[in-house]
C-alpha cells in the first residue's frame, strides 16, 4: 500500500470549466487554463460567492489582505481573468460588472467535494544540482541577506553586475539561505555552457528532471509542472542568451504564483516583475595616506585580495607601510572580486608593491586618469590584458586555446587540444596548473572527478585574443574531432542499453553541443558531426533532452556519407532517432519507419542488442496504435533475438513482452504464463535491465499480470498486483511508469467494483499527467474519470467526458484502449436513453476488434450490445440471447471467466423469464464454483443474489 496524503478538495463547475480549490487548479476540457495567481485568487473568491455583488473593496481585502493595492491594479487583473475564461464570446458571461456596485459571477456554479490522493513528492531527495556555498565569502553577507528578504517578498530578483562581480557567489549563499523555506525546491542552472538561445527552455525543463514529453511545448510544460508548490529557479549568467531567458522569465512569474526566480546577468532583463539589483564593488579603505593594516583589513576588497595573496604564496602579513598601497590598488581595480583576484594571484611573485607598479604600467592608457568615467565592462577588460600579459607567451598560448571550451573540461581534454603533440603534454599540464594559480581557471569536483572551467569572462576575452591570432578555426577543428573521438558510438553504446544512469557525461554536454555545432555550419565537417551525433544520441535520451536528440540524429542522417550507409553509425542514429520521435511526434507512420529502418540495419549488422532493444520499441508502437496481434508476432520475434544473444535481461524482457501481447489478443492464460515465468527469471537471475525503449518492462508484465489475473477469475491476486505495480513505478519516480501503472489498473478496480479506489486512481493519474505534460495519459485519465461517472449514475456527464476523450485519443492514433473507451461511452448512451447512438457506438468498437483480429474485450463488447438490445421497447431477445451466448463462447475460448460470468448474468435473467430457470441455475452455479478467492466482485456478487433468487423460487414451497 502506498503512503499517500489525503484532503479535501472542492471541485467547482460551470460551463466548460473545471475549478479545483486545493490544487489552485482550473481547467477546461480537462486541460490546465494558465492564469495569474492573483487573478486565480480573484476567480476562487468570486465563485464561491457567485450570484453575489462583491465591491471592489472586498475583493482587494480578499485577495490582497495585507497589501495596499490600487483599484486598478484589480481591474487588470479581471481583464486577464476575462480573456482567459472568454468572457463576451459566443455568449458566454462569467463575471458581471454591476455598476455602482461591484462584481458578480452570473454563470450557473455547481460545487461538489471530493477527497484527493496526493502521491508521494517525486525527486524530494534528488540533488537539484544547487552549487556548494563558499566556505568564506567575503563582503556580501549583508547583500545576501537582504536580496533573501527582496526575493521572498518580491519573488524575482535580478543580481547585475559586471563579469567577475561575484554574481554568481552571491546567488548561490542566497539559494542556500532560502533552503528552508523551499522545503529544497530549489533548482539551479548554469546557462553559460548554453550556446544556442532557443534550447533556453529545453534546458530548464531537464533541469527540473521533466518528462520527456514536455518537449514539443516547454514553456507550457513548465507552468504546469510548477504551479502547486513554492519553488526557486535559479538561472546564472544569462547574458548571452538575455531575450530568451526575459520571456520565459516574464511568463513563468506572471503565470506562477508560488515562483520564485533569482537571475544573474550583466544587464537587466527589462520584463514585468523584475527586482533589480545591482552587485555593487566591494568596499575598499578610504583614502588616507595614513592608513594602517589593520585599518585597510577592516575593508572587504582588502580582506579577500590578502586572503588570495596568501594562497598564492605570499609568506608576509599586510605591513603599515604596504597598507596604503593596497589600498590604492583595491580602488583602481574598482572593487571587481575577479580583478581582485587576478592581481592577487601575482603577489608571490611581484609583491605588493611591484603589483601596483605593474597595474600602473598596464592601465593609465585605458583609464585616461579617470577611474570614474571608465565603464565597468572596460575596466575588466584592462584587467584581463594586464593579467594576459603578466602571463609567459606559452601561457598566455595555452589560455587562448583553452578558451574554445565551453564548460567543464578534464586536463586530459585541454591537453588534447591545446598542445602540439604528445612531446608538448607536461608543459601544457605545467601551464595549466599555472594558470589555475593565477586564478584565470578554476578546479572543481565534479561526478568524483576533477574538471577545470574558465571563468565566463576569462573565455570571452581569451577567445577574443584567439581570433586575432587567425587559430580560431584550427582549434574549433580540434575540438570538434576531440569529442568526436572521445565521445564514439563505441564508447556510449552501455549507455544506450543500461540503466540509463549518465549524470557522468552532464559536464561535457556544452563542450558536445559546442562540437556539433560547428561540425554541422558551414566551415564545419558534416562527417564529423555524424559520428559525434551517433555517440552523443543516448546521453540526449539519458538526460531527456528529446528535441536535441531528434535535431541531431536528423542532422547526421541527412549527412551520411556513402561509405556509412548500413553501418553502426547509421544504427546508433536511426535507434536513437526512432526513440525520441516516438515521444515528440507520437504514434505517427514516420516513427515506425524510423523503428523498422532501424531494425533493418539491425539484422543486416547482425547486431542482436540493438534489434531487440528496436523490437521493444516496435511492440510498444504497435500496442499503442491498437494492432495487438502485430505486437505479438513482435514479441515472437524477440524470443528469438534474446534467444539467440542467451542475454538474461533480453529474455525476460521478452517474456514481458509476451505476457503483455497474448494479454491484448485475449489469451489471459498465455498473458499469466509468460508473465509470471518472466517474474520467476527475474528473481532468479537478481538485478537485471528492465527499461527497453523508453519504457519499464517489469511494471508493464507486472499490469498485463493483473488484468489477466482478474479476467482469469482471481480477482485477490489480481488487486494486490496492480497495486504492485503502482508502488513500483512510484518509488521508480518515472513519470511515464506511474502514468502506466494507474491508467490500465485502473480498470481492475472498476471491474471489481471498487470506486473509490478507482476515483483516487483516476485523479492521481490526472495529477501527473497534467504536471509532467504527458497529454495521451491525461486524455485516458479523463476518459477513465467519465467511465466512474457512467457507472456512479452521472451517464449524461460521463458519457461527454468519454466522448471528448475518445475523439483527442484517436486523433493521436492512441487506440490501445479505444474499444474499452467505446464501450464505456455505449454504455453511457444507453442509460442516459440514446440507445440508437449506443448501437452504432458498440458496433463501431467491435469493428474495431475485428479489425485488430481479435481483442482481450471482445466478450464485453458482446455483453453490452447484447444489453442494448435489450433496452429497446419492444427488446430485441433473440437477437441478446444470441450475442451473449457468443460473449460466453469467446470468453471461453480466451480463458476469461470473469467475461463469463459478466455475460452470463442478463443471460440467466432472459431464460429466467422465458421459462428456463434450470438452465440458467446450472450456468450460473457450474461459473461461481470458478472463483474461489475471498474478494467478492460485484459480478459475484449479482450472479450470487440471481442464483440466490433463481433457487428460492424453485424450492418446494
Avoid at 98 to 105: E, P, W
Avoid at 221 to 239: H, I, N, Q, R, Y
Avoid at 284 to 299: F, H, R, V, Y
Avoid at 888 to 908: D, F, M, N, V
Amino acid at each position: 500500500m502506498l503512503d499517500q496524503d489525503v484532503s479535501h478538495d472542492v471541485i467547482a463547475s460551470f460551463g466548460p470549466f473545471r475549478l479545483s480549490v486545493s490544487e489552485r487548479l482550473l481547467a477546461r476540457g480537462g486541460e490546465p487554463v494558465a492564469i495569474g495567481g492573483r487573478a486565480l485568487d480573484i476567480l476562487i473568491v468570486l465563485v464561491e460567492h457567485a450570484g453575489e455583488v462583491l465591491s471592489s473593496k472586498e475583493l482587494l481585502k480578499r485577495v490582497w489582505p495585507d497589501v495596499i493595492v490600487e483599484e486598478g491594479s484589480l481591474r487588470v487583473h479581471l481583464s486577464n481573468l476575462r480573456k482567459a475564461l472568454g468572457d463576451g464570446k459566443d455568449g458566454n458571461r462569467y463575471i458581471a460588472n454591476v455598476a455602482g456596485r461591484g462584481y458578480s459571477f452570473v454563470a450557473p456554479v455547481q460545487s461538489s467535494a471530493r477527497m484527493i490522493s496526493i502521491p508521494p513528492s517525486l525527486g524530494a531527495d534528488r540533488p537539484k544540482r544547487l552549487p556548494p556555498r563558499l566556505e568564506r565569502m567575503i563582503g556580501r553577507e549583508e547583500t545576501v541577506a537582504a536580496l533573501s528578504s527582496l526575493l521572498s517578498e518580491r519573488r524575482f530578483v535580478n543580481v547585475v553586475g559586471p563579469g567577475g562581480m561575484g554574481k554568481t557567489t552571491v546567488a548561490v549563499a542566497i539559494a542556500h539561505s532560502l533552503r528552508g523555506a523551499f522545503s529544497d525546491q530549489i533548482y539551479f542552472l548554469d546557462l553559460g555552457a548554453l550556446g544556442d538561445a532557443s534550447l533556453v527552455p529545453g534546458a530548464v525543463t531537464s533541469t527540473l528532471g521533466l518528462s520527456s514529453q514536455a518537449t514539443q511545448d516547454p514553456v507550457s510544460a513548465l507552468v504546469a509542472f510548477l504551479v502547486d508548490k513554492p519553488t526557486l529557479l535559479v538561472l546564472d549568467s544569462c547574458e548571452h542568451v538575455i531575450d530568451a531567458v526575459a520571456v520565459l522569465a516574464e511568463r513563468l512569474f506572471a503565470e506562477i504564483p508560488l515562483m520564485h526566480l533569482l537571475t544573474t546577468s550583466r544587464e537587466a532583463l527589462r520584463v514585468e516583475g523584475e527586482n533589480v539589483h545591482l552587485l555593487t564593488p566591494l568596499e575598499g579603505p578610504p583614502e588616507d595616506s595614513g592608513l594602517t593594516a589593520a585599518q585597510a583589513l577592516a575593508a572587504p576588497a582588502v580582506q579577500l585580495f590578502m586572503e588570495r595573496a596568501v594562497a598564492g604564496g605570499l609568506g608576509a602579513e599586510l605591513s603599515d607601510a604596504d597598507a596604503p598601497i593596497l589600498a590604492a590598488i583595491c580602488r583602481r581595480l574598482d572593487g571587481i572580486a575577479l580583478a581582485i583576484e587576478l592581481a592577487a594571484g601575482r603577489v608571490g611573485t611581484y609583491g605588493i608593491r611591484g603589483t601596483a607598479e605593474l597595474l600602473d604600467d598596464r592601465f593609465k592608457l585605458l583609464w585616461h586618469g579617470r577611474r570614474s568615467a571608465i565603464p565597468r565592462h572596460q575596466t575588466l577588460q584592462a584587467m584581463f590584458d594586464w593579467s594576459y600579459n603578466l602571463l609567459s607567451p606559452y601561457e598566455q598560448t595555452i589560455l587562448r586555446r583553452l578558451s574554445v571550451f565551453v564548460g567543464p573540461f578534464t586536463l586530459n581534454d585541454a591537453i588534447a587540444i591545446a598542445s602540439d603533440g604528445e612531446a608538448d603534454a607536461p608543459a601544457v599540464a605545467d601551464a595549466v596548473e599555472s594558470l589555475v594559480n593565477k586564478s584565470l581557471i578554476r578546479m572543481s569536483e565534479l561526478a568524483g572527478s576533477t574538471y577545470h572551467r574558465l571563468l565566463d569572462t576569462s573565455r570571452v576575452y581569451a577567445a577574443a585574443k584567439l581570433a586575432e591570432t587567425g587559430e580560431g578555426a584550427v582549434l574549433s577543428r580540434r575540438h570538434a574531432h576531440h569529442y568526436a573521438d572521445r565521445f564514439k558510438p563505441d564508447s556510449t553504446r552501455a549507455t544506450a542499453f543500461g540503466n540509463r544512469d549518465v549524470s557522468a557525461y552532464e559536464p561535457h554536454m556544452g563542450n558536445i553541443r559546442a562540437a556539433l555545432e560547428w561540425s554541422f555550419s558551414d566551415g564545419g565537417e558534416a562527417q564529423n558531426g555524424v559520428q559525434l551525433a551517433a555517440g552523443a544520441a543516448p546521453l540526449f535520451l539519458g538526460f531527456s533532452l528529446l528535441g536535441e536528440c531528434e535535431r541531431w540524429c536528423e542532422r547526421g542522417l541527412s549527412a551520411l556519407g556513402e561509405t556509412d550507409r548500413g553501418t553502426e553509425r547509421e544504427l546508433a542514429l536511426q535507434a536513437a532517432l526512432a526513440i525520441s520521435s516516438m515521444f515528440t511526434r507520437g504514434n505517427s507512420d514516420a516513427v515506425r519507419k524510423a523503428i523498422e529502418r532501424g531494425i533493418g540495419l539491425a539484422e543486416a549488422l547482425r547486431d542482436g542488442q540493438y534489434k531487440l532493444h528496436l523490437l521493444a520499441g516496435l511492440n510498444i508502437f504497435l500496442t499503442r496504435i491498437g494492432d495487438f496481434r502485430g505486437a505479438l508476432a513482435c514479441a515472437e520475434r524477440s524470443v528469438l533475438v534474446a534467444a539467440e544473444l542467451g542475454e538474461q535481461s533480453g529474455i525476460i524482457m521478452a517474456e514481458w513482452m509476451l505476457g503483455v501481447s497474448h494479454h491484448l489478443v485475449g489469451n489471459q492464460a498465455a498473458s499469466q504464463r509468460h508473465s509470471e515465468r518472466g517474474l520467476e527469471l527475474e528473481a532468479d537471475a537478481g538485478s537485471v535491465q528492465v527499461d527497453f525503449f523508453g519504457y519499464d518492462h517489469r511494471i508493464r508484465a507486472l499490469i498485463a499480470l493483473a488484468r489477466a489475473l482478474w479476467l482469469r477469475g482471481m480477482p485477490e491476486r489480481a488487486l494486490r498486483t496492480a497495486d504492485q505495480a503502482v508502488e513500483e513505478a512510484t518509488k521508480r519516480e518515472h513519470p511515464v511508469s506511474v502514468c502506466m501503472s494507474l491508467v490500465y489498473t485502473v480498470p481492475v478496480y472498476l471491474w471489481s467494483g471498487d470506486f473509490d479506489r478507482a476515483a483516487q486512481w483516476v485523479e492521481r493519474v490526472l495529477a501527473y499527467a497534467a504536471k509532467y505534460s504527458l497529454a495521451p495519459y491525461h486524455a485516458m485519465g479523463l476518459a477513465l474519470r467519465g467511465e466512474l461517472m457512467i457507472l456512479q449514475g452521472e451517464p449524461a456527464e460521463g458519457a461527454q467526458l468519454l466522448r471528448n476523450a475518445v475523439a483527442t485519443l484517436s486523433a493521436e492514433r492512441f487506440n490501445i484502449l479505444a474499444t474499452a473507451f467505446l464501450r464505456a461511452l455505449a454504455e453511457g448512451m444507453m442509460r442516459s436513453g440514446q440507445l440508437d447512438e449506443a448501437a452504432t457506438t458498440i458496433d463501431r468498437a467491435i469493428a474495431l476488434a475485428d479489425q485488430a483480429g481479435e481483442t482481450y474485450d471482445r466478450p464485453d463488447l458482446l455483453r453490452v450490445r447484447a444489453e442494448i438490445r435489450l433496452a429497446y421497447s419492444p427488446p430485441d431477445v433473440s437477437a441478446a440471447e444470441d450475442s451473449l451466448l457468443q460473449a460466453i463462447y469467446w470468453a471461453g475460448k480466451q480463458s476469461a471467466t470473469a467475461w463469463e460470468l459478466r455475460a452470463a448474468i442478463p443471460l440467466a435473467r432472459i431464460w429466467q423469464q422465458h421459462g428456463q430457470a434450470d438452465r440458467a441455475r446450472d450456468l450460473l452455479g457450474r461459473l461461481l464454483q470458478r472463483f474461489g478467492e475471498g474478494v467478492q466482485t460485484a459480478d459475484v456478487n449479482a450472479a450470487s443474489a440471481l442464483l440466490a433468487e433463481l433457487n428460492s423460487a424453485n424450492a418446494p414451497g
